[in-house]
């Protein structure tokens, strides 16, 4: 590559005259080498004039990106506050969907607890709905039966339980079903068990003792002593039908009579009852009313075994205070043990087998 001649400028041209002058004694004296040195420095000059160009250019260029980059960062951040306002407003808008969409959850959620509950009931009905005639059957003979059975309780009486069952075995009767044959065969055998078991009767019992209390007034004492008729009264009525002729023989056979009867032996087993006074004779037989009265009340509370030890005790004191020897007395006893032996039967058969069998059925099995 040659390199270009270097122009001259007129400074140039007029300033070598000038370094001539003196220039000339010297170029006897110096080597021909020092007169090539000008040339170097012109194309110094020119390079570092060219470097100094370069840099100026460059230094604009860069200025000039420089400034071009301000004005694109300057762009960016505009945008990214643009951005970053217009993000803000989208979380705002976000969060309030959010909350929205909470609101809708929570009111679905309630709305789907709601159709879910409709859904078991109508599922519940239509399981209801769609029962089978032979489960219809079953429940309604348990029920049926069951009922009877607190009736008899309360009652004590067998009937009602006993025509539940006839009612319920007609009814599977009409049903051939192989499934409530040990059904029918259950209400037959419990029918059969509850009308060959002896039950008492409660309306005679009570009538039993309403007839006791009665009999309690009167009731003779062990220390009462026997009345007898006056013997004026006596004469007056052998005077009526006998006549005046044995009138004499009846008045004196009945003063002998009244003279006997002052005197009287006879065996106490209890000597508490010798000793009572006429008020304690009162309260004796007013207890006596009590116990069987209490007996009443067991009885149509059907609570047997208080009943019974309330009878017991009438008993005792029956034979303790009363005169056992007495017509009415025998019978009072005699009504008292009847009673006592028929209270042992008091106790209602259950249908534990018809349960069973109507429980079998409404399984299914």
Excluded: C
Excluded at 138 to 164: F, K, M
Excluded at 185 to 208: E, F, N, Y
Excluded at 283 to 290: D, I, Q, S
């Amino acid at each position: 590559m040659t390199t270009p001649e270097p122009l001259e400028s007129p400074n140039a041209g007029s300033a070598e005259p000038v370094a001539a002058a003196p220039a000339a004694p010297a170029a006897v004296d110096r080597p021909p080498v020092a007169a090539a040195l000008p040339p170097v420095s012109r194309r110094l000059v020119l390079a570092l004039g060219t470097v100094a160009v370069l840099a100026l250019l460059l230094t604009a260029l860069l200025w000039e990106r420089l400034s071009t980059l301000q004005d694109q960062l300057a762009r960016q951040t505009a945008e990214a506050g643009a951005n970053a306002a217009e993000a803000r407003t989208l979380v705002r808008e976000t969060q309030q969907r959010e909350r929205e969409l909470a609101a809708r959850q929570a009111v679905l959620e309630a709305r789907l607890g709601e159709v879910a509950l409709q859904r078991s009931q109508l599922e519940e009905l239509m399981q209801s709905l769609s029962r089978s005639r032979d489960e219809n059957l079953v429940v309604d003979i348990e029920s049926a039966i069951r009922l009877a059975q607190q009736q008899s309780q309360l009652t004590g009486s067998v009937e009602p339980l006993l025509a539940a069952l006839r009612t319920a075995e007609q009814r599977v009767q009409r049903v051939p079903q192989a499934r409530l044959a040990p059904l029918q065969r259950a209400l037959a055998r419990d029918t059969a068990r509850i009308k060959a078991t002896p039950l008492a009767d409660t309306p005679t019992l009570l009538a039993r003792l309403d007839e006791l209390v009665r009999l309690a007034d009167e009731l003779p004492l062990a220390n009462a002593v026997g009345a007898r008729a006056p013997a004026a009264a006596l004469a007056t009525q052998a005077v009526s039908e006998t006549g005046l002729r044995d009138w004499w023989q009846r008045s004196l056979k009945a003063v002998q009579d009244e003279l006997r009867g002052l005197v009287r032996v006879s065996r106490i087993d209890h000597p508490d009852a010798v000793l009572l006074s006429p008020e304690q004779s009162f309260f004796v037989r007013e207890n006596l009313k009590l116990l069987l009265l209490n007996a009443r009340l067991g009885l149509l509370a059907r609570q047997p075994d208080a009943a019974r030890a309330d009878l017991l005790k009438a008993g005792a004191a029956l034979e303790k205070y009363f005169d056992a020897d007495a017509r009415r007395m025998r019978a009072a006893l005699a009504l008292l043990q009847q009673t006592r032996e028929q209270m042992k039967t008091l106790e209602l058969p259950r249908v534990d087998e018809t349960l069973a069998a109507l429980a079998t059925a409404a399984a299914g099995r």
